[in-house]
């Protein structure tokens, strides 16, 4: 499975942004996606993951109420709406597609990862 992101780029706080990732390949394998970020020095962090259906979803609490995830139903492409950016939002996010219930992104790895495209939020 191949995961390209896109989207990113430069905001200003209080910015809103949408990434996309499109998938590839076996997809079928790896049906649930979603979304991870990684600032310099910090840990990966879970934000968002969705079913294959795009009706299940799962937030991480730092994000839940701010960004959406979102899919049309069956296709291998979603989306990140991500509102009322923050400087502390700055950071590569990722998309990763598994098999993982999504209710265990938080504690587990999925399969697949996109390369990820950079958020940068300014004050």
């Known amino acids: 499975v191949q995961l390209v992101e896109s989207g990113g780029g430069l905001v200003q706080t209080g910015d809103s942004l949408r990434l996309t990732c499109a998938a590839s390949?076996?997809?079928?394998?790896?049906?649930?996606m979603g979304w991870f970020r990684q600032a310099p020095g910090n840990e990966r962090e879970f934000l968002a993951a969705?079913?294959?259906?795009?009706?299940?979803?799962y937030y991480a609490d730092s994000v839940k109420g701010r960004f959406t995830v979102s899919r049309e139903n069956g296709k291998s492409v979603i989306y990140l709406q991500m509102n009322s950016l923050k400087p502390e939002d700055t950071a590569g996010y990722y998309c990763a597609a598994g098999v993982q219930a999504i209710q265990r992104w938080g504690a587990l790895d999925p399969d697949y990862w996109g390369q990820g495209t950079q958020v940068t939020v300014s004050s």
């Open positions: 969705i079913s294959l259906s795009g009706i299940s979803k």
């Open positions: 390949g076996d997809t079928f394998s790896s049906p649930r």
